[in-house]
């Protein structure tokens, strides 16, 4: 008979794992706790306190630490908190599911309340996009400009193809690295320290992390009416490159939206914060400098 995995030692990997991963973060910073009623969240804060703030959502699986390659570039000119969104694998200990997608916007209230944020910019990628998006609908009055890259799904239905790499990486190395090849291609490889982290997250049997989708959760693709009903500034950037859905019907349905502005990131792909983050960096902070 199979003895039980060690949940308590996978937890400990992932954590050493995620601790060599901020290893690369290029500035210095500061990482610490904020309790809301979802949990205690992490958040990693770099740049000047006197900085305007700006807000980094991250994507699923991957942590606050897949900024490594940007933070150098957003921190020049904001103070940075990238926060581990609660709920997915990273270093934020959940105290409870969600139930709604309510309580994903209330959670993130929650910890900009705790930061004394008002209001601020945001950049977010993939599943942060996606619970950017979600936040826009639900607290409009938070958000000044804000950066979306690779939402997920979000527009549109991701493919089915996604489904079979994503639920592949489940406890399957080979399976994080099929993967990143998908997304990837020959364009572009990861760094070890951040390979490393994801294996050890898929290999991370947490429960109160990284769960299944669900229906009255993510992820999910917005009505008509909650996407028209988002007046906030938005920079969609969509990659050349996209393999979870087909980019071009993602910027013809963001249409609906009253002030976007929409643009395809020539020579990337899904990840395209890490692919390409001179680019993408200076796109989010033109865009964010408008008014």
Same mark, same amino acid.
């Given at each position: 008979?199979?003895?039980?995995?060690?949940? @308590?030692?996978?937890? &400990?990997?992932?954590?050493?794992?995620?601790?060599?991963?901020? @290893?690369?973060?290029?500035?210095?910073?500061?990482?610490?706790? +904020?309790?809301?009623?979802?949990?205690?969240?992490?958040?990693?804060?770099?740049?000047?306190?006197?900085?305007?703030?700006?807000?980094?959502?991250?994507?699923?699986?991957?942590?606050?630490?897949?900024?490594?390659?940007?933070?150098?570039?957003?921190?020049?000119?904001?103070?940075?908190?990238?926060?581990?969104?609660?709920?997915? @694998?990273? #270093?934020?200990?959940?105290?409870?599911?969600?139930?709604?997608? &309510?309580?994903?916007?209330?959670?993130?209230?929650?910890?900009?309340?705790?930061?004394?944020?008002?209001?601020?910019?945001?950049?977010?990628?993939?599943?942060?996009?996606?619970?950017?998006?979600?936040?826009?609908?639900?607290?409009?009055?938070?958000?000044?400009?804000?950066?979306?890259?690779?939402?997920?799904?979000?527009?549109?239905?991701?493919?089915?193809?996604?489904?079979?790499?994503?639920?592949?990486? +489940?406890?399957? #190395?080979?399976?994080?690295?099929?993967?990143?090849?998908?997304?990837?291609?020959?364009?572009?490889?990861?760094?070890?320290? +951040?390979?490393?982290?994801?294996?050890?997250?898929?290999?991370?049997?947490?429960?109160?992390?990284?769960?299944?989708?669900?229906?009255?959760?993510?992820?999910?693709?917005?009505?008509?009416?909650?996407?028209?009903? +988002?007046?906030?500034?938005?920079?969609?950037?969509?990659?050349e490159y996209e393999v979870m859905y087909d980019p071009i019907q993602v910027m013809e349905r963001s249409k609906i939206m009253p002030n976007i502005t929409s643009k395809i990131v020539e020579g990337a792909g899904h990840l395209m914060s890490l692919e390409a983050p001179e680019i993408t960096a200076n796109l989010a902070l033109e865009f964010l400098k408008e008014r």
């Amino acid at each position: 008979m199979c003895c039980k995995p060690d949940i @308590k030692q996978q937890e &400990r990997n992932f954590m050493n794992a995620y601790d060599e991963s901020l @290893k690369l973060w290029p500035v210095s910073y500061t990482e610490h706790f +904020i309790e809301t009623s979802f949990g205690l969240t992490n958040v990693i804060e770099c740049g000047n306190p006197e900085l305007p703030p700006l807000v980094l959502l991250h994507g699923a699986s991957m942590s606050s630490t897949m900024w490594y390659p940007n933070v150098e570039n957003y921190s020049s000119e904001y103070r940075v908190f990238a926060v581990d969104i609660m709920g997915d @694998k990273n #270093k934020s200990v959940p105290a409870k599911e969600f139930t709604n997608r &309510r309580g994903h916007a209330k959670w993130l209230e929650e910890v900009l309340d705790k930061l004394n944020i008002q209001k601020a910019n945001f950049v977010a990628l993939s599943y942060g996009g996606l619970n950017l998006i979600n936040f826009l609908v639900h607290a409009p009055n938070r958000a000044n400009r804000v950066v979306v890259m690779s939402p997920a799904e979000t527009f549109v239905h991701f493919t089915p193809e996604f489904y079979t790499y994503a639920f592949g990486m +489940i406890q399957n #190395k080979e399976g994080v690295e099929k993967f990143l090849n998908w997304i990837f291609e020959d364009r572009y490889t990861v760094k070890e320290q +951040i390979a490393n982290q994801l294996i050890a997250g898929m290999m991370w049997l947490d429960t109160k992390r990284g769960g299944k989708p669900k229906k009255t959760g993510f992820p999910y693709v917005f009505t008509d009416q909650e996407l028209s009903s +988002i007046k906030t500034p938005l920079l969609l950037l969509l990659g050349e490159y996209e393999v979870m859905y087909d980019p071009i019907q993602v910027m013809e349905r963001s249409k609906i939206m009253p002030n976007i502005t929409s643009k395809i990131v020539e020579g990337a792909g899904h990840l395209m914060s890490l692919e390409a983050p001179e680019i993408t960096a200076n796109l989010a902070l033109e865009f964010l400098k408008e008014r």
